[in-house]
T-cell receptor
Framework: GENVEQHPSTLSVQEGDSAVIKCTYS??????FPWYKQELGKRPQLIID?????GEKKDQRIAVTLNKTAKHFSLHITETQPEDSAVYFC????????????FGKGTHLIIQP | DGGITQSPKYLFRKEGQNVTLSCEQN?????MYWYRQDPGQGLRLIYY???????QKGDIAEGYSVSREKKESFPLTVTSAQKNPTAFYLC???????????FGQGTRLTVV
């Protein structure tokens, strides 16, 4: 089945700086890669996703890049703000939903004032 | 009000008892998932279902059981065979396998 590794487990950045979270996946058949944000005490919510036919996708301060050859994808947050503090999860799923939607272990992003 | 609903929010059970967690969605989603969330472990997949009357084991299915008799409902039973059942359980649903998954608010199960 799919295995998703996520790094780092904790990331502390100064407000206004950029943050990068990286994930690798094992199943070359995986072709959908969402990122979720979970604030303390709340449910995870999708912030951005990318499909395997695209190398990069942006939405305002958030971007995701995908390298299919190396089987890794990354989340980039620019101009970080206090409200970006949360736990971020990457995930992957293969063609036809085989093995279900598999998540990484999460990154706790801390924005320092 | 559309969405995915889990109940109850908090659940306490004695060791050795089976307990069933409810998950209902009115989004007309085909796929539904159950995850367990422990500190530092991320979201671990217990069971998932892509269609009514069909479901598959995830990474940590031992000690759990599910049913999918209706499209809207995907209840999870935590059996006495689950050695460490105290955890936060999240249900999710999506229209298809490669579309956004929406999560319920979760059920925190404590076994004493």
């Amino acid at each position: 089945g799919e295995n998703v590794e996520q790094h780092p487990s904790t990331l502390s950045v100064q407000e206004g700086d950029s943050a990068v979270i990286k994930c690798t996946y094992s199943d070359s058949a995986s072709n959908y890669f969402p990122w979720y944000k979970q604030e303390l005490g709340k449910r995870p919510q999708l912030i951005i996703d990318i499909r395997s036919n695209v190398g990069e996708k942006k939405d305002q301060r958030i971007a995701v890049t995908l390298n299919k050859t190396a089987k890794h994808f990354s989340l980039h947050i620019t101009e970080t703000q206090p409200e970006d503090s949360a736990v971020y999860f990457c995930a992957a799923i293969g063609t036809g939903g085989a093995d279900g939607l598999t998540f990484g272990k999460g990154t706790h992003l801390i924005i320092q004032p | 009000d559309g969405g995915i609903t889990q109940s109850p929010k908090y659940l306490f059970r004695k060791e050795g008892q089976n307990v069933t967690l409810s998950c209902e969605q009115n989004l007309n989603h085909d796929a539904m998932y159950w995850y367990r969330q422990d500190p530092g472990q991320g979201l671990r997949l217990i069971y998932y279902s892509q269609i009514v009357n069909d479901f598959q084991k995830g990474d940590i299915a031992e000690g759990y059981s599910v049913s999918r008799e209706k499209k809207e409902s995907f209840p999870l039973t935590v059996t006495s065979a689950q050695k460490n059942p105290t955890a936060f359980y999240l249900c999710a649903s999506s229209y298809g396998w490669s579309t956004e998954a929406f999560f319920g608010q979760g059920t925190r199960l404590t076994v004493v």
